[in-house]
């Protein structure tokens, strides 16, 4: 009796168990998709609240020719803030687009990360500078400025790694399934409806698969409704996403425009170019593989394997000698 009672509790764990697995991976996928979704609508309205604001403020500076204060408004300090930004020059303008490649929208980031290569190498040299002069051991002041100088280095090159390494991580996401959405704005195009609108219907369809492609056409349809030009919304998204694919789109567009050609055979072109490029490199990555291979193989394969071939024949040979 008191086995049986155990069996069925094992029993009853067991299928508990598998209840409760079932259970998220069929929920799971389901919340993740609607916060995808919702971070994406977020984004989307977000981005257009503050071109109608742009647009509105535009509107009201022409009506207006007198101010009514020297208070600055919120909107007016971030302009004041993009104005010193802008005196950094070239340094501060490469911050800004780097921002923008990486996904960061926050107006004060470039300065942030300005700030962060200034004072992470700093901070870095003065802690190793303090752990060093404290230590047990005497170093000496050739070293020690070695290792300082070495350590700030490290820290000054820190940001600048991280925030590229993001930057690259998320132009592969887009060019892996930029041609899959030229193909969807191309059936769309074909079938009558306008650009903006098929931009902004792609936009939604692959924000389940690609959030990030999904949130930059997102962004750019919002652009190309708000403002007056497209062919600004268009450099803005290819200045924004920093990739060949987005570059490669932009141009095109711009230009089908410009000489009245055909958009669904820009977009053809355009799409069977980028699936050749990215054939081309996963080739590329296919070709690399073997070098990249040839080191572990010679420190952890080759070694193992001399061991399984020679030892058994250095054994038997030992055994026939202690026989004779």
């Not at 998220?24 to 979704?37: F, G, Q």
């Not at 389940?208 to 997102?218: R, T």
């Amino acid at each position: 009796m008191f086995s049986e009672e155990i069996d069925r509790l094992l029993i009853l764990i067991v299928a508990s168990l598998g209840a409760m697995v079932t259970f998220i991976a069929i929920v799971l996928p389901l919340l993740n998709r609607t916060e995808k979704r919702e971070h994406y609508s977020n984004v989307i309205e977000k981005k257009r609240k503050i071109l109608f604001d742009q647009a509105k403020e535009q509107l009201y500076n022409k009506k207006s020719s007198k101010k009514q204060d020297n208070t600055l408004s919120t909107r007016e300090s971030l302009a004041f803030f993009f104005k010193i930004q802008e005196r950094f020059g070239a340094l501060g303008e490469k911050a800004r687009d780097q921002m923008l490649q990486a996904g960061i929208r926050d107006p004060k980031a470039p300065m942030k990360y300005l700030i962060a290569r200034a004072a992470i190498p700093i901070g870095l040299m003065l802690f190793s500078w303090v752990v060093l002069a404290n230590g047990e051991k005497k170093i000496e002041p050739f070293w020690m400025m070695v290792v300082v100088g070495g350590v700030g280095l490290a820290g000054f090159f820190l940001p600048r790694i991280l925030l590229k390494n993001h930057i690259v991580k998320r132009q592969q996401d887009i060019n892996l399934t930029f041609p899959d959405a030229l193909d969807m704005m191309l059936i769309c195009v074909q079938g009558g409806i306008g650009l903006e609108q098929t931009i902004h219907r792609v936009g939604d369809e692959i924000s389940e698969h690609s959030p990030i492609l999904a949130e930059e056409l997102g962004i750019l349809s919002a652009e190309m409704g708000m403002l007056n030009d497209r062919r600004r919304a268009l450099q803005d998204f290819a200045r924004r996403v920093g990739s060949g694919a987005a570059k490669s789109f932009a141009t095109a567009m711009i230009q089908a425009e410009q000489y009245g050609t055909s958009i669904s055979s820009a977009m053809r072109v355009i799409s069977d170019e980028l699936r050749d490029m990215r054939m081309a490199e996963a080739e590329r990555k296919a070709a690399s593989l073997p070098p990249k291979l040839t080191v572990p193989m010679i420190l952890f394969f080759l070694p193992a394997l001399f061991i399984v071939i020679l030892v058994p024949a250095f054994l038997a040979a030992q055994s026939a000698g202690v026989g004779e």
